[in-house]
């Protein structure tokens, strides 16, 4: 959520922006996060009026491009006016992206980038989530538009210095290493986290894999929040994957936001692996409820499932893997009984062992 300290930063940066002359160079570093960090209300618009439609889009299950056009039309800083504060200067953006196709005018609701979003196109994309503007907040959006710069220049340049396909390259290579097959499903999965994750165990479970095989994906999935439950995407899509998988032996899993929060809590996201029904009937806990209440992380923390790594300090979308294990041979074969024999002693469902 945007806060008093992001929006002085923000005047202090289009203050340092407005000094600059012909002869200087900006270097600007845009992050995911960037959107609610750099908080600088058009005028005729409060912070508690971003806060209170920036809560309301969170819950609207929005995906981030229409989130961060709402964000642009009703800042003073995003949307390339951060640019234009800086002319006649040469501008220079660098860019971790965390959003879908690594549109820079949509990471961080593009500072830099010049943006001519209709204001009419913002309005229809709150209409269709319900959500309306006071007519103040829609006079400020009104005359908030950002004329085309008179010479037509843009700026100098962007570089992308991390994306999400970038990451999951990574992670197909050290699949590799570890001798397992990697298929990348893609790096600008969005929906529904519930019913991405269907869609997903439906590809896992149609799977006959020679061996071990790990489906790689990113993107950026919503919650439609209807109740008060405490999680975040990436716990939703594994509790909605785990659960249509049903306990299906020799497949597991792990989701997590690569910024090291899902959600509003104190996690990174969550694994699962083929015992995750049988251990919640053991310890009282009904999947199927917390999901309904979106309510993942408590499911996960009562099982012993959280993934914690703290804050990474970047941010490139969420991670997603999925470990398909060829099914075991039956025990009518002597190979299918040594490999029983060790599947006592070592659970074959466990992605990367006992913890993600």
């Known amino acids: 959520m945007p806060d008093q300290a992001g929006e002085d930063a923000a005047r202090r940066i289009l203050a340092l922006a407005h000094g600059a002359g012909p002869d200087d160079l900006m270097v600007a570093l845009v992050s995911g996060g960037a959107s609610s960090l750099l908080s600088l209300p058009a005028a005729g618009v409060t912070l508690a009026d971003k806060q209170a439609l920036n809560r309301a889009l969170l819950r609207s299950g929005a995906p981030i491009h229409e989130m961060n056009a709402v964000r642009k039309a009703l800042s003073a800083i995003k949307g390339g006016r951060l640019l234009e504060a800086a002319r006649p200067a040469a501008v220079v953006t660098y860019v971790i992206s965390d959003v879908p196709g690594d549109d820079p005018a949509v990471i961080g609701s593009g500072p830099t980038v010049p943006d001519q ?7 229809a994309i709150l209409q269709r989530y319900g959500l309306s503007l006071e007519d103040r907040a829609r006079r400020a959006m009104e005359a908030n538009r950002l004329a085309p710069a008179a010479d037509g220049a843009g700026p100098a340049g962007i570089e992308m210095l991390a994306t999400p396909r970038m990451a999951l390259e990574a992670a197909a290579e050290a699949a590799r290493a570890a001798g397992l097959e990697p298929v990348i499903l893609g790096d600008t999965v969005e929906g529904e986290a519930v019913e991405v994750g269907r869609a997903h165990a439906r590809l896992a479970l149609g799977l006959a894999p020679a061996r071990p095989t790990v489906l790689l994906s990113g993107g950026e999935t919503t919650v439609t929040m209807s109740g008060s439950g405490r999680g975040g995407r990436n716990g939703e899509y594994l509790l909605a994957l785990a659960l249509a998988l049903g306990g299906r032996a020799g497949i597991s899993g792990i989701a997590c ?6 959600g509003s809590q ?12 049988a251990d919640a009937r053991a310890a ?8 309904a209440r979106h309510d993942s992380f408590t499911a996960f923390e009562r099982l012993g499932r959280l993934v914690t790594t ?6 490139v979308n969420d991670f997603r893997a999925i470990l398909v294990r060829p099914r075991r041979r039956g025990p009518s074969t002597p190979k299918g ?4 024999r060790r599947c006592a002693t070592r ?3 466990r992605f990367c062992g006992r913890s993600a």
């Open 266 to 277: 104190s996690n990174a996201g969550a694994w699962f692996d083929g015992d995750l029904p």
């Open 337 to 340: 009984r040594g490999r029983q």
């Open 117 to 123: 979003t209709d204001p009419g196109a913002v309005a």
């Open 347 to 349: 659970s074959p469902n």
């Open 257 to 262: 936001d690569t910024d090291g929060i899902d």
């Open 284 to 291: 009282g806990v009904d999947l199927a409820d917390h999901l």
């Open 310 to 315: 703290g804050p990474t300090f970047t941010n």
